[in-house]
C-alpha cells in the first residue's frame, strides 16, 4: 500500500474545509442582517459537515495505520503527517504530503478566525438584545425602606444586566 489513500484523505478534507469556509461567511452575513431562519439552517448544514471532517479524519487515520503496516513501522502512536512525509523517499511524494498539510493547516487558521468573529458577533447581537429588553421592561430599582423584622430580604424581580444608574 502507498501513501496515495492519505494524500486523497487529504485532498477531501481540504475541500470539506473549503465548505465549511463557506458556511462560515454565510453565517456570518445571516447573523449582521439578523435573518434566523437561514441561521438555522446554516448551523445544521455545519453540524452535518462537521461529521464529514470527522468521518473523513477518521479515514485519513486509518489510512496511516495501513501505510505503516506496510512499512513495517511498528509503534504504539500513529504517525504525524510529518513523520509519514519523513519515510517517503520520493521528492515529490514528500512535497505532495507537506504540501498538503501546510494547505489543510492555512485552512483550518482562516476557519479559527472567522469563527472567533462569529462569535464576536453573536455575543454582541445577545447583549444588544438584553440591552433592548432592560430598555424596554425596565429595572425595578431596589426597595428604599426594608422591614427589619423581615424574615426575608427584598430581591428586585428582574435585576437586568446593565447598570442604568451610572
Known amino acids: 500500500m502507498s501513501h496515495q489513500p492519505i494524500v486523497d484523505s487529504l485532498e477531501r478534507t481540504y475541500e470539506l474545509f473549503g465548505q465549511l469556509l463557506d458556511l462560515l461567511v454565510d453565517k456570518k452575513e445571516f447573523v449582521v442582517q439578523d435573518k434566523l431562519t437561514e441561521l438555522t439552517h446554516a448551523l445544521s448544514k455545519e453540524s452535518r459537515l462537521l461529521k464529514r471532517i470527522a468521518e473523513e479524519e477518521r479515514t485519513r487515520a486509518e489510512a496511516v495505520k495501513a501505510y505503516q503496516f506496510t512499512i513495517k513501522h511498528f509503534s504504539r502512536e500513529p504517525l504525524t503527517l ?21 494547505k489543510l493547516t492555512s ?3 482562516e476557519i479559527r478566525k472567522l469563527n472567533e468573529t462569529n462569535q464576536m458577533l453573536v455575543q454582541q447581537a445577545l447583549d444588544f438584545a438584553n440591552l433592548s429588553v432592560d430598555l424596554l421592561v425596565g429595572v425595578q430599582d431596589e426597595a428604599v425602606y426594608q422591614d427589619p423584622t423581615a424574615q426575608t430580604t427584598y430581591t428586585p424581580n428582574r435585576p437586568g444586566l446593565y447598570d442604568f444608574r451610572a
Open 82 to 102: 510529518a513523520g509519514v512525509a519523513q519515510t517517503l523517499t520520493s521528492f515529490a511524494d514528500k512535497s505532495a504530503v507537506l504540501e498538503w498539510m501546510e
Open 107 to 109: 485552512r483550518a487558521e
